[in-house]
């Protein structure tokens, strides 16, 4: 019985030690971002215009070889604009970092403009909040969801299961556009 116990005890040790913990993903994914970031020279850069986007857009793609490493967005609308890093390791999304300037008026809302309706509001860059995301991934399945108020998204809720098919279909509609210029 003692025999068949400790059997046990070992196997389930083995199990929990081949499961990959999350703080050691994490880590291993800042790594890669990090080298990444170090090795941009060494790629191959495209750029492509996004057509396709209502705010203009600009895509650029680092590649070693064929090989994606990390797609940068940049957008500029009348509301906001934009700017997301997206890092791949094996053809793997792994990190997003997302960083979204929100106007307090659109751009176009000159003083002109508002003084004409009557209003005291106009577009003021000095009151621009910048809503900063980042998407932790693993084997391309959103592990970890930092907010714009610096807090984990708890991955229970439903926003947190929509987020990772919209930041994948962003990251691949980003990608064909590049792989297509």
């Known amino acids: 019985m003692n025999k068949l116990i400790a059997v046990f005890i070992i196997a389930v040790l083995g199990f929990s030690a081949c ?3 999350q703080e050691d993903i994490l880590v291993s994914i800042s790594k ?12 191959t850069i495209r750029t492509a215009d996004d057509i396709v986007s209502k705010e203009r857009g600009i895509i650029s793609g680092y590649f070693r070889d064929e090989e994606v490493k990390k797609v940068y967005t940049q957008y500029f609308g009348t509301e906001n604009r934009s700017f997301t890093e997206y890092y791949f390791d094996d053809g793997m999304l792994i ?11 659109p751009n176009t809302y000159t003083e002109e403009v508002a ?5 005291s509001v106009w ?3 000095k009151l621009t909040k910048m809503e900063i995301n980042r998407y932790f991934f693993d084997d391309n399945k959103l592990i970890k969801w930092t907010g714009p108020s610096n807090n984990d998204v708890p ?9 990772e098919p919209e930041v994948i279909a962003h990251a691949l509609v980003a990608l064909k556009h590049l792989k297509e210029e």
């Open 95 to 105: 990190y997003v970092l997302s960083q979204v300037y929100v106007y307090n008026k």
């Open 115 to 119: 003084r004409e309706t009557g209003d």
């Open 123 to 125: 577009y003021d860059d």
């Open 32 to 43: 890669q971002k990090e080298k990444i970031n170090k090795d941009l020279k060494k790629y």
């Open 19 to 21: 499961k990959k913990k």
């Open 155 to 163: 991955v229970n809720i439903a926003d947190f299961t929509k987020k």
